[in-house]
């Protein structure tokens, strides 16, 4: 398991907010809580910028994070991301912040302390591009957007 460094923005964050740890042992993300101070209603279409209460510093170009929606928020309650997935750079500093998109047709109250979203680490390849003319032929070309049929 790697270890990343954590800093802690909001007190609250380690106390009555849980740090955020992946929850089984299979578990690819790890849940990130809404630092509020008081529920906030997201009346449908409405996008907010939510804090996290924590800061990470990756410190690896090889690695980043992503912000997924949860499924249950997602598919249920039409609680998603407005950014659709948010990405953290290995140099980022920042606190990390969730942008929850209500694109469902209830209103949704987020709690403090909720779980918004999922955070998962993810290897990275950073390339720098070499232009060329013409590119060796391979069996697909420029076909793409269903040019193999639907079957
Ligand atoms: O859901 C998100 C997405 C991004 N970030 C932070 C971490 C990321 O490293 C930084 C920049 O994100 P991104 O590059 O996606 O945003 P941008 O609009 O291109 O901003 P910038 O000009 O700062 O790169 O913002 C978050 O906290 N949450
Ligand atoms: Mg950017």
Redesign the pocket.
């Given at each position: 398991m790697r270890e990343i460094e954590l800093k802690v923005l909001d007190p609250r964050v380690g106390e009555a907010f849980p740090l955020p740890e992946h929850a089984t042992d299979g578990a690819a993300g790890v849940d990130l809580r809404a630092c509020l101070d008081m529920p906030l209603t997201l009346h449908p279409g409405e996008t907010r910028?939510i804090g996290?209460g924590i800061a990470i510093h990756i410190g690896d170009k090889g690695l980043?994070?992503v912000?997924l929606p949860r499924s249950g928020l997602g598919h249920k309650h039409g609680i998603v991301?407005?950014?659709l997935?948010?990405?953290?750079?290995?140099?980022?500093q920042?606190?990390?912040?969730?942008?929850c998109w209500n694109r469902g047709e209830d209103t949704f109250t987020i709690q403090p302390g909720e779980r918004i979203?999922q955070m998962v680490f993810v290897p990275v390849v950073q390339a720098r591009f070499r232009v060329v003319g013409e590119f060796e032929s391979s069996e697909r070309g420029g076909g793409g957007f269903g040019s193999s049929g639907r079957h």
């Open positions: 910028l996290t980043a994070a912000l991301l407005g950014n997935v948010g990405l953290i750079d290995s140099d980022y920042g606190e990390v912040m969730v942008s979203a």
